[in-house]
């Protein structure tokens, strides 16, 4: 199968519109080798066929386009540890969307819930289980019409502030173009805060006021579900090893 029939079964799987599919410039960017590109539309092609019994649910699939181009950026040129971060991006994409969805509200419940399923579970599987529990979300007209006033950004969040939201969003860009590891998690949190301080301060937001801390420990949070996120994925992709401690 050539490259460009293989890009054409993924515009197709995925429902995206001529307009709107930049892969194969994205990954013609940062892929230098027809053999390498290959190689990844290939991988892209094996990973979105696990959501086949969701690919008539077109919100969700745009959704998943977006992990996907989201880790060609990140990723840039990394062939060997491709499938991995493409499988912890769409996790950590598509589990702070729902958390934004339930207004954080069940937190523990949904990070048991991808304990134990990647704990017990397969890939395939364990993309029916969430693509089960994140369905209605995509099937709710309310939350989609969000999401189109809100610019298509890839994180949606429900706050009506639009100060809040501008430095949400910010943050959500930031943790996407920064390596983050379980090794690195303290100096990246550090990072992170004084990126916060930054965009309150050009705010006008006083670090005693309710809003500065409320948003800061959303901000934590967000960062504390990618930390989570990263350590379950160490158990999922070896099981000899036990999940790194989050600090």
Known sequence: MSLESKYLEIQQFLSISDQNFKLPQKIDLYFDSIEIQIEIVGKIL???????????????MESLYKCIETTVEINR?????????????????????????????????????????????????????LGLLLKPMYQDSEYLQK???????EVIYALDNKVERS????IDNWLHTTEITLENQNEVMQELLEYYEYLTEKSNISRESQEYISLRTEIVEM????LTILSLMETFSDESTEPFPIK
């Open 77 to 129: 040129g990394n062939i060997n540890d491709f499938n991995q971060l493409l499988i912890r991006n769409s996790l950590m994409q598509f589990m702070q969307s729902y958390l934004d969805y339930s207004r954080l509200s069940r937190k523990q419940h949904l990070l048991k819930i991808f304990s134990d399923s990647l704990d017990k579970l397969q890939i395939q599987p364990l993309i029916i289980n």
């Open 223 to 226: 960062f504390s579900i990618k």
């Open 147 to 153: 999401i189109t006033q809100f610019n298509e950004t």
């Open 167 to 170: 430095i949400k969003y910010d």
């Open 46 to 60: 094996l990973f979105i066929h696990n959501f086949s019994m969701f690919s008539n649910v077109k919100p969700f």
